[in-house]
């Protein structure tokens, strides 16, 4: 997709707050997911969706360039965020991060910390020192988690003690305490039973109006029911993921144009 | 046996044969079990018997050694009136409680430095570094003596001086304290560090607030074991430091330190200090069994 394809997007009404513009993602030069466009617009949920080793997730990771964590990882295209492209040093790395959060597969609560210390971790490590300040910011992002009836007075106690779901929120309102733009969400409910993901799953449609989401699923039902633009990822014979179509959900899910997409969307690969 | 024959068998015939094959060798089987049974209790008594006759010995001959008195006094040569008055391990305790202590103080921050270095650097230099300190795990701790005599005492008229110990000693420190606290670090789970790093943290505050606390009960265990280590040492430091018959906290003087102390007493021409070196032995076992102990009980409390 080339540059005038992605804003002739018929249904962006909003400018898109990051656009994934001919990425190419190596290891050791070989790609692990190449020549993918899209453009991730405002306020709405965009989820990835493919089988596994299409590079869903390492396309997530090269959003908040963690993949650079990876020794030999490098990145060919642009990916933008407002406009201004994330690879060059215009944004510095941590400032980046801290725009875009990141949630995880796993959740991840810092062990030795409480629940207030770990909501306010990322407010800390930036440097806010404010008792009030940071009560204040943590309540508050507890309620847009959702979880602040559970917590509220159990807030000294260790993370730990919580259950998967409630921890999974926890890290949810420990990315949102820094106040992102984004959030990307890799797998958030894979760990999870079916009731914490349904609560999960509500979260981010109230959640969308505050952040933009980008979401990966491997579980296309769950994609149908929270997203609302959808890409499609597929590992190619070269073994490295592409993206087959990007579309609106409805679109994806009802109307898909490519074969792939119709046969993934009918269950006849995984 | 041809295949052929085995194919003709019927299901029953096969099954026939395969309960035959187990129930004649049953009693050849458990004569086995019996044997390998009867090695390993075998095994286990050979190491519990040197075991327990140390343990007895040591016990057995100090424990009257282990008065308040002897703890604290100064020692002294025993002399014609009194061939038992030898005085007590005072200025040892102190010696070792100075020389070890100071070992540590500059052990510690060190090998924790090079364990981060070694955990987020990865390049020749810190490979070679590596390299080199888990070579000197290997080497006999004599040598790191020789080194220090050669370099400070020898040159310098033969004056002796506490601190050199505790050169010789960061030797032995650093190297097995460094490699324990890096197997710490990278024992953190690293979606630890995504998360941490995903927050818009740098990295080096990563490390801090959330590595090198969860890594906290590992390394702490790891430095506890090194110091009881070290308080046992005795080749690397005999000659550099000399010997202190007074207790002294100073280090540009001579010390003496519980193992040095039991060399020179088994070494020396009094029957009464030869003896008295069991209880010396058994104040050290104390003191290395206590440090493991403190150890093992700080890893339960921050386990729950």
Known sequence: ?270 | MSTSNVTQLSPTERRERVRLQATSTVSRRNLFSKLYLASLAIALTIAFIPLFSILQNVIGNGWHYLTWGFLTQSQHLPDLMSRNAIGGIGNALTGTAVVDGVALLFSVPLALLLAVAFFDLRNKWTLLVRAAMETFIGLPSILFGVFIYVLFVANNHGITEGIYGSYALCFIIVPVSTINCLAALESVPKTLIEAGLSLGSRPSRVMWRVVLPVARPRILTGLFLAFARSVGETAPILFVIGVSLLPTYSLTTSQSTLPTLMYNYLTGSYPSQRTACWGIALILMITVLVLNLISRIFVARSNK
Request: charged share 20%; aromatic share 6%.
């Open chain 1, 1 to 270: 997709m080339s540059q005038v394809e992605i804003n002739q997007v018929p249904f962006s009404t909003s400018a898109p707050v990051m656009s994934i513009e001919d990425v190419t993602v190596l290891f050791s030069g070989k790609p692990a997911v190449k020549n993918v466009s899209f453009a991730v617009e405002e306020k709405k949920v965009t989820s990835m969706i493919g089988p596994s080793g299409s590079g869903k997730t390492t396309l997530l990771r090269s959003m908040n360039r963690l993949h650079e964590m990876t020794v030999g990882a490098t990145l060919t295209g642009s990916i933008k965020l407002d406009g201004t492209d994330i690879y060059t040093s215009a944004i510095p790395l941590t400032v980046l991060r801290s725009r875009i959060g990141m949630v995880f597969q796993k959740p991840n609560p810092f062990p030795t910390m409480s629940i207030f210390d770990n909501v306010a971790s990322g407010l800390r490590f930036i440097g806010f020192k404010d008792r009030a300040f940071l009560e204040e910011a943590v309540e508050r992002a507890l309620v847009s988690a959702a979880l602040w009836d559970s917590v509220k007075d159990r807030m000294k106690n260790a993370a730990g003690t919580l259950s998967g779901g409630e921890q999974q929120r926890l890290c949810i309102a420990r990315a949102l305490a820094v106040e992102p733009e984004v959030l990307l969400m890799d797998e958030p409910t894979a760990s999870l039973d079916p009731i914490a993901t349904q609560q999960i799953e509500e979260l981010t449609q109230t959640l969308k109006s505050v952040v933009t989401i980008v979401i990966v699923t491997h579980n296309m039902q769950q994609a149908s029911r929270v997203s609302d633009n959808c890409a499609f990822l597929l590992m190619g014979e070269d073994r490295a993921g592409e993206l087959i179509e990007f579309d609106t959900t409805h679109k994806i899910f009802n109307n898909p144009k490519d074969p792939r997409t119709v046969d993934y969307i009918a269950g006849r690969f995984g």
